[in-house]
């Protein structure tokens, strides 16, 4: 079976790259419907995103790093992946398309 779905990661560092992130994740889900999407927060977009949630935050995968490392508490709904970094190339290293928000 030959899967040609678009699959997505964007990666959102700070408050203002999240912004950027949801928009883009909303826009993309709009205009291709079976995408699949991840936006993967690490360092100060953690914060942002507990902050002020989102309907796209089913979309969110949380640095557990950050997590620990700021004393952070996320959503138990929120999907959390042990370090950004490795998420973000694994995902890259499988075909998913990267953006930097």
Known sequence: ???DRLRVVIH???AE???RARSNAANLQADVADAEIEIVI??????AAIRAPHATDPYLRVCENTLRNK???A???WLRVPAAITH?????QAG??????
């Open 1 to 3: 079976m030959n899967d």
């Open 12 to 14: 959102a560092a700070d």
């Open 17 to 19: 790259s999240l912004a």
């Open 42 to 47: 690490n360092a100060a977009a953690v914060a």
């Open 71 to 73: 004393g952070l508490t």
């Open 75 to 77: 959503p138990a709904e």
């Open 88 to 92: 973000l190339a694994r995902r890259q």
């Open 96 to 101: 998913w398309a990267y953006v930097r928000a």
